[in-house]
């Protein structure tokens, strides 16, 4: 890959609209009810009320200012490709990894941050590569022609169906990482502080991931 005469494309990221979008509305409203409502029952509180009620409140907007400041910064260091550029004039020949990552804000004509590293200087705290479920020979002599085709058929009546379900599960899965976090591969970057994220659920790897693996580190933790 280091004497390769152009760039080799290693990763490239699903589109993150929805979690982007879904990570601000969801954030806002958290904000928004923690301002509401520590202006209204903390700073000015309603006459008659009991002496902890406004702290109580108090307490609760810190809690929701936490939480949704932790909702907005789900889209936090999201990295949209990974390339491998060669340099074949050096000697021995050698590559470096090109990360575009994704801004925090989404304006128009806003560029991606460009990172220049070293492969010795990315790790991946796990790999990229998943092993896919097989179906053993003896599972696959089990299952007759006649109900093969009976399978195909149904798919071929699906399809329609089954690509307007694919579309709908992928939003709500893309609404669901903003909560848990889950399908991201995170990735440290020598000198450069956080921690960076990788999508493995519907990004493209090059050989499934395993270029990459190959590349970099690789924590056991």
């Known amino acids: 890959m280091a004497c390769r005469p152009s760039p080799t494309l290693l990763y490239q990221a699903p589109s993150h609209t929805v979690y982007i979008v879904g990570s601000y509305i969801f954030g806002g409203f958290c904000l928004a009810y923690a301002g509401f409502n520590f202006y209204s029952h903390y700073l000015l509180p309603p006459e008659g009320l009991a002496p902890w009620v406004p702290i109580a409140f108090g307490g609760v907007c810190v ?31 050698s590559l470096t990894l090109q990360l575009h990552v994704r801004r925090m804000l989404i304006l128009p004509y806003r560029k991606s941050t460009v990172l220049n590293m070293s492969p010795a200087d990315i790790t991946l705290f796990e790999r990229l ?24 058929n149904i ?31 995170k990735v440290k970057v020598k000198g450069k502080g956080g921690v960076y994220k990788v999508d493995r659920d519907g990004g493209w790897a090059l050989d499934e991931g395993k270029a990459l693996d190959r590349l970099v580190k690789v924590s056991a933790g």
């Not at 998943?130 to 195909?152: C, Y």
């Open 129 to 152: 590569y998943e092993q896919p479920m097989t179906i053993s020979p003896d599972q696959l002599e089990k299952i007759s022609p006649e109900t093969k085709q009976a399978e195909e």
């Open 155 to 185: 798919k071929g009546l699906l399809r329609p169906f089954q690509k307007l379900g694919a579309a709908w599960r992928r939003m709500l899965w893309s609404l669901a990482k903003i909560w848990t976090r889950g399908g991201f591969v």
């Open 63 to 93: 809690f929701m200012t936490c939480f949704g400041t932790w909702l907005i910064l789900a889209p936090a260091r999201l990295i949209r490709t990974i390339t491998a550029i060669p340099n074949p004039k050096s000697i021995p020949p």
